[in-house]
């Protein structure tokens, strides 16, 4: 399976970064090896000064696609779960400015956060999906999915056009407004509406 991450999909996200809005979604990826179970603890590793949270809706894809217009793309997936998107942003900001590829600052080992997964037609409004994240009992993103700049459905149509998706695959689709570091013995919790997806700690 693949992961698939959007950046800068949240207006107020992109100004904190100061970057201009894009026109069509941007997106790079992370390995398997990058899960890490919502219940486990992340280590923050020695090779960073800045490792940032960014709490993200994630979408199941359920079936095989290539090419998928957005008329159809609702068909391509089944579940949502929550999840963060680590980021090392001293790293990314250097790759930045040079131009580099971004593995080594989000495809890292637990870089990519997972909860369990809620059926799409348990939830109450699926283009309206309500989240946040609280560090150490404090919230300090919240965010909903109906002000993403692309839907899920622009998402699934701009990525096939490039690479197939695969039952399993997928889709983190982007950080709002509050992005921010972690430390070591911080706790994390993440809802999706009411429910409690992740509770982790930080070592
Ligand atoms: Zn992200």
Redesign the pocket.
Known sequence: MKII?I?MNYKAHIAELNLPYPEAPIFFMKPDSSLLKSNKVFFIPDWTNDMQY?V?VVYRICRLGKHIQKKFAHRYYDAVALGL?LTARDLQNECRQRGLPWEICKAFDGSAVLSEFVPLDELPDKNSIDFRLLRNEVEVQHGNTSDMLFTIDDIIEHVSKYMTLKTGDLI?T??PIGVGKLEINDKLKAYMGDLKLIDMKVK
């Open positions: 991450c950046g960014e993200e998107d983190y982007g950080t």
